[in-house]
């Protein structure tokens, strides 16, 4: 049973450039949620995609933004790259109805912006 | 404010010895659950134990527990007999309110390293 993928593993771009990132929730999950890691910090909660919306969002700017298809991929998009989102960023899937406790992360996708 | 404060950038523990990481919350919400991820330098955050606001027992999961002073709003993870492998960095999250959408806070982390 794959768990939660995330590709790429890692990524450098140049500012102003945009980025995509993917993540395959793990199998029977339909909830993906994207989190930002700067390097020495805690994660951050980005937003949430159930049903192919996005259900909740954190203090991220429009730059940032999702697409969960139909069978609960989801992708992290982020326009007009910084050179502050340069991070780690987590992708956690779970199952809406299932335990409350239970969210599995990836291995992330480490971004460069050069 | 900060929901979630751990206070101890690193720790040191020697092998097969216990260990507590700290970890204080706020939150006006009576309906909470606090969690423990361990990040190895992989980057993959692995889920170790939950308390929801409710339960009645601190919670444990094998070598793992949890020390849940409600009043104090501390959640301090334990770990039993520590092994090399359990070096990495450790961060206590909590999550307000019961519905799932709910996001996870995460606090800044604890790096332990575990000497033989």
């Known amino acids: 049973d794959a768990g939660v993928t995330q590709s790429p593993t890692h990524l450098i771009k140049t500012r102003g450039q945009q980025v995509t990132l993917r993540c395959s929730p793990k199998s029977g999950h339909d909830t993906v949620s994207w989190y930002q890691q700067a390097l020495g910090q805690g994660p951050q909660f980005i937003f949430q995609?159930?049903?192919?919306?996005?259900?909740q969002r954190g203090n991220f700017p429009d730059r940032f933004s999702g697409h969960q298809f139909p069978n609960y991929s989801s992708e992290l998009n982020v326009n007009a790259l910084l050179l502050g989102d340069s991070a780690l960023y987590l992708c956690?899937?779970?199952?809406?109805?299932?335990?409350?406790?239970?969210?599995?992360f990836g291995q992330g996708t480490r971004l460069t912006v050069v | 404010a900060q929901k979630i404060t751990q206070t101890q950038p690193g720790m040191f523990v020697q092998e097969k010895e216990a260990v507590t990481l700290d970890c204080t919350y706020d939150?006006?919400?009576?309906?909470?659950?606090l969690f423990w991820y361990k990040q190895p330098s992989s980057g993959e955050m692995i889920f170790l134990i939950y308390q929801g606001s409710y339960d009645q027992q601190n919670a444990t999961e094998g070598r793992y527990s949890l020390n849940f002073q409600k009043a104090r709003k501390s959640a301090n993870l334990v770990i039993s007999a520590s092994q090399l492998g359990d070096s990495a960095m450790y961060f206590c999250?909590?999550?307000?309110?019961?519905?799932?959408?709910?996001?996870?806070?995460f606090g800044a982390g604890t790096i332990l390293r575990v000497k033989s």
């Open positions: 995609y159930y049903e192919e919306e996005e259900r």
């Open positions: 999250a909590m999550r307000e309110g019961m519905e799932y959408g709910n996001k996870l806070v």
């Open positions: 939150t006006s919400d009576p309906s909470y659950g």
């Open positions: 956690a899937s779970s199952f809406d109805r299932g335990p409350i406790h239970e969210a599995f």
